[in-house]
C-alpha cells in the first residue's frame, strides 16, 4: 500500500493553462504538505495544512490554491501556469508531534 | 532563512565514513536528514529534538549541538546504498508545521 500518493506523475503543458495535481495519504497523519523542488534541488515549502485547516502560506503567488477536502487528501491547482512554476512538486505529510515527514513519489510540472 | 550544508559534495569509496553538517542561524527545535535518490522522493533518516539523545541506526547516526544550533550526519562504512543527495530540515519551534531545508549535499559511494 502506498503511504502518499500523487497523481499524476508527471504533467506537460503550455503556458496559461490551469492543472491540478492531487495527493492521498492513508498514514492517519493531520498534516499535509506540498513542497516545490527546483532543478538545484531546493526543497521549499509551499503549503501547511493541520486537519483540513490551512495553517503556513509561504508567500506563494495566488495563482497557486491548495484545497483540502478532508485530513487524508490535499490538492494543489495551478492556474495560468508560468514557464518558471516548472519543478518537481512534492507532497508530504506527519504527524504533529512526532516522527518525520513521509513524501510522495512527486510530480514533475514541465511548462512550455 | 535556509540552513547551510557542507560539503555541497563528497565522493567516497565503499567502506569510508562521511560526515554532512547542518548548520542553521535560528534557534531550532528540530532537525530532521532524509535521503533522496535521483527521481525519487526524499526519505526520512532521523530526528533529533532539542534536549534529545543522539540518534542512530545501522550505521547512520546523527548529534544536534542545541548551542551552535548545528548538526551532524555520520555515515559509517558506507555502502554503495548510500549514495544520494542528503538533506537537513530545521523546525523552530515544537509542533512547528514546517521544515526549511537545506541545500542538500551529494553523497557518491564508489566501488
Known amino acids: 500500500d502506498t503511504a502518499v500518493s500523487q497523481t499524476p506523475k508527471y504533467l506537460v503543458t503550455q503556458m496559461g493553462n490551469d492543472k491540478s495535481i492531487k495527493c492521498e495519504q492513508n498514514?492517519?497523519?493531520?498534516?499535509m504538505y506540498w513542497y516545490k523542488q527546483d532543478s538545484k534541488k531546493f526543497l521549499k515549502i509551499m503549503f501547511s495544512?493541520?486537519?483540513?485547516?490551512?495553517?503556513i502560506n509561504e508567500t506563494v503567488p495566488n495563482r497557486f490554491s491548495p484545497k483540502s477536502p478532508d485530513k487524508a487528501h490535499l490538492n494543489l491547482h495551478i492556474n495560468s501556469l508560468e514557464l518558471g512554476d516548472s519543478a518537481v512538486y512534492f507532497c508530504?505529510?506527519?504527524?504533529?508531534?512526532?516522527?518525520?515527514?513521509?513524501f510522495g513519489s512527486g510530480t514533475r510540472l514541465t511548462v512550455v | 532563512q535556509q540552513p547551510v550544508q557542507s560539503p555541497q559534495a563528497v565522493i567516497l569509496r565503499e567502506g569510508e565514513d562521511a560526515v554532512i553538517n547542518c548548520s542553521s542561524s535560528?534557534?531550532?527545535?528540530?532537525v530532521h536528514w532524509y535521503r533522496q535518490k535521483h527521481g525519487e522522493a526524499p526519505v526520512f533518516l532521523m530526528i533529533?529534538?532539542?534536549?534529545?539523545e543522539q540518534k542512530g541506526h545501522d550505521k547512520i547516526s546523527a548529534s544536534f549541538n542545541e548551542k551552535k544550533q548545528q548538526s551532524s550526519l555520520y555515515l559509517t562504512a558506507s555502502q554503495l546504498s548510500y549514495s544520494g543527495t542528503y538533506f537537513c530540515?530545521?523546525?523552530?519551534?515544537?509542533?512547528?508545521?514546517?521544515?526549511?531545508f537545506g541545500q542538500g549535499t551529494r553523497l557518491t559511494i564508489n566501488p
Open positions: 508530504a505529510s506527519s504527524q504533529t508531534g512526532s516522527g518525520g515527514y513521509t
Open positions: 498514514l492517519g497523519h493531520d498534516t
Open positions: 495544512y493541520n486537519n483540513k485547516e490551512l495553517i
Open positions: 535560528k534557534a531550532l527545535y528540530s
Open positions: 533529533l529534538l532539542k534536549g534529545g
Open positions: 530540515g530545521t523546525g523552530e519551534a515544537q509542533g512547528a508545521q514546517k521544515l526549511v
